[in-house]
């Protein structure tokens, strides 16, 4: 869910007794092979109890402490595996059963998820299915043995819906859930988690799903008054408070002043810990006493230098962008508005360098026109608009040193990184550009994704271009010691198409503009798939390492079995050779974005 979607809606307290759902799923197969999983169908949702949870807003940068941890729920059925009767359902309320009757007739009737984006048998299909929550169940070391350095976890976030969609759902619009791979020893375990969001709690606690899917549930006038009604009515009668936040914080996860946080654009960050065994815990939503509002980026930047984290929020009515950062100790620094933005644009990721933050105007923004006349989303793209970067300093108190540099049919939606070049006169941006905008939200098979280096020289205004790799290429990502500083080295996933992920590609963007950049390269092998790669240094502490001396890790999915693994790629080598491979005890549906955390680290939350 986007800031756009998340600023009207946003202090309930959940429930004292909550119960958690689980979807099922039950598979038709047109395929002889008995080891092919094709398109599943979620037919039942299967409810299991659960202790009392409950999820409020911290006002402060320390979040309160963990409860004692309970007992888990059993491993989900396997990906392949027949569904399971039905146990006790949470019953809804009268006032809620009325509620959903009304929903049920805008999903039949008045905006039925016709197209493949919002139909939820397309988009939840093959691995883009949900699953249970895993307690931290033991994984086996099929191939090779686990470096020493990867001792920690890697957690990747992702949308994984808790109920079964009513009407149209997009594949931004599920509840976040975070896959865990807890390494120590040599051994490692699985756990997945939902991120207890207000949202998640508050439908956990109603037996069903009460916030309107936002993605896909406003797409033209007639459905945007009607759901808009309903979910006004939904408020007034109390079954969920705005003020709470609506977020599903399913994108990413950030590490800054010893706090974890699991993030979605829509909402503030939640904190989370993993206990000793491999548990995931989600300890209360953070504004950081007081001083964030609404909103922030899936995206901070962490310079690994200084500590220091920097961020930003936008949203639909002015100052469409806010610029902020946090010091070295997680304290939130003054807001910096930027009014220079004059309209609504989707700013989901951003770069820094050592002297500047860097900021793209893309041709995605609020289209409210195409919602009302073409019944599309509220989110859209204007071919007419020429996208631009803003650069203003780092440290910047006021808005009046920002400068805006026109970059036509440049359209950034993940940046890699950036760095100053001669004595801090110019930048160096590096970024997929999209170049099919149009397609972003709506046939992201379509998008093609073309990496460039971008330099912007800040006593002329120049601005140079040149392509670093005609391939398909997305979710990059660096040592990430190097951010903000200039890199050699970048790690990108290969759509196939997206959001498919079938490898991964390693590119020297220090090579010449006519030169072949890409010097690394795996493919998963057919009917294989992943995502988005992290880089792990081997030794993080030695300023003398080479920026590539580490391991390149994801986990991988393959769609003839069902199984899912967790690969680590040697990312020196040519062909980036695997240097260990874990059987996962279940599937791991594909998401967005991860993160390593050190043992060190996980030892300070």
């Known amino acids: ?64 402490p963990p409860q004692s941890p309970k007992a888990s729920p059993p491993p989900a059925p396997s990906y392949a595996s027949p569904s399971v009767g039905a146990k006790k359902r949470v019953e809804p309320r009268l006032s809620t059963m009325i509620f959903n009757t009304f929903d049920d007739i805008i999903n039949n009737f008045i905006d039925p998820p016709l197209r493949p984006s ?31 350095c990867l001792d920690g976890a890697y957690i990747r976030n992702g949308p994984n819906p808790q109920f079964l969609p009513r009407g149209p759902y997009h594949l931004f619009d599920g509840d976040g859930m975070l896959h865990s791979i807890r390494i120590s020893k040599g051994k490692a375990t699985l756990c997945s988690r939902y991120v207890k969001t207000y949202k998640y709690s508050i439908e956990n606690q109603m037996g069903s799903p009460v916030v309107p899917n936002v993605f896909s549930g406003f797409n033209g006038l007639t459905a945007a008054a009607t759901r808009g009604a309903l979910t006004a009515v939904r408020i007034l009668s109390g079954e969920f408070n705005p003020a709470n936040g609506i977020g599903l914080a399913n994108t990413s996860l950030a590490l800054f002043g010893n706090r974890l946080y699991a993030l979605g654009e829509s909402d503030l960050p ?93 041709q995605i923004g609020m289209n409210p026109m195409d919602m009302i006349i073409g019944g599309g989303s509220p989110v859209g793209t204007d071919p007419a608009k020429v996208p631009r970067i803003g650069i203003i300093p780092r440290y910047a108190k006021d808005e009046s040193e920002i400068r805006w540099f026109d970059v036509p049919g440049f359209n950034l939606i993940h940046a890699i990184n950036a760095w100053d070049e001669d004595d801090g006169n110019a930048i160096v941006l590096l970024a997929p550009n999209i170049l099919s905008v149009e397609h972003t939200l709506e046939r992201m098979d379509l998008v093609h994704a073309l990496v460039e280096k971008v330099r912007i020289d800040l006593r002329t205004g120049l601005v140079t271009r040149h392509p670093i790799s005609a ?32 490898g991964v590609v390693k590119l020297d963007v220090s090579k010449g503009e006519r030169q072949e950049c890409t010097v690394g390269s795996r493919m998963y092998g057919p009917g294989c798939f992943g995502g988005e790669p992290f880089f792990v240094a081997k030794e993080p502490q030695n300023p003398e ?34 240097v260990a491979a874990v059987k996962l005890p279940r599937r791991v549906p594909y998401g967005f974005h991860g993160l390593f955390v050190r043992e060190s680290d996980l030892n300070k939350l």
């Not at 080891?35 to 109890?49: D, F, K, T």
């Not at 961020?311 to 806010?322: C, Q």
């Not at 391939?471 to 997206?498: C, E, H, Q, S, T």
């Not at 199984?563 to 695997?578: C, G, K």
């Open 545 to 578: 390492a080479d920026e590539d001396d580490g391991y390149v890790v994801s986990y991988v999915h393959n769609e003839n079995t069902g199984e899912s693994r967790f690969l680590v790629m040697d990312a020196q080598s040519p062909n980036l050779d695997i």
């Open 270 to 362: 939640y904190s989370i810990r993993l206990t000793s065994k491999g548990d995931i815990q989600t300890l209360g939503r953070i504004d950081f006493d007081g001083k964030l509002f609404m909103s922030m980026t899936a995206h901070p930047k962490i310079d690994d230098d200084t500590g220091e984290a920097f961020a930003f929020r936008y949203g639909p009515v002015p100052p469409y962008l806010t610029y902020f950062h946090f010091d070295a100790n997680g304290n939130k620094q003054p807001d910096v508005p930027i009014f220079s933005m004059t309209r609504p644009s989707f700013l989901h990721d951003f770069a820094i360098t050592k002297k500047y933050a860097i900021f793209a105007d893309i």
């Open 118 to 148: 919002v139909d939820p048998k397309h988009v939840l299909s093959h691995n883009f299915a949900p699953v249970d929550e895993l307690p931290p169940t033991p994984c086996e070391v099929i191939q090779g043995s686990l470096p020493p």
């Open 471 to 502: 391939r398909n290429l997305d979710f990059a990502v660096i040592n990430p010691a190097y951010v903000a500083k200039k890199n050699k080295y970048v790690y990108a996933a290969v759509g196939d198409p997206m959001p498919k992920i079938a």
């Open 1 to 64: 869910m986007d800031a756009f979607s998340s600023s009207f809606l946003s202090t309930l307290t959940p429930s004292t007794k909550l119960r958690s759902p689980v979807i099922t799923t039950t598979l038709r197969s047109t395929s002889p092979s008995p080891y092919y999983a094709p398109l599943p169908y979620i037919s039942s949702v299967r409810i299991e109890e659960k202790p009392p949870t409950s999820t409020t807003t911290t006002k402060t940068s320390h979040p309160p």
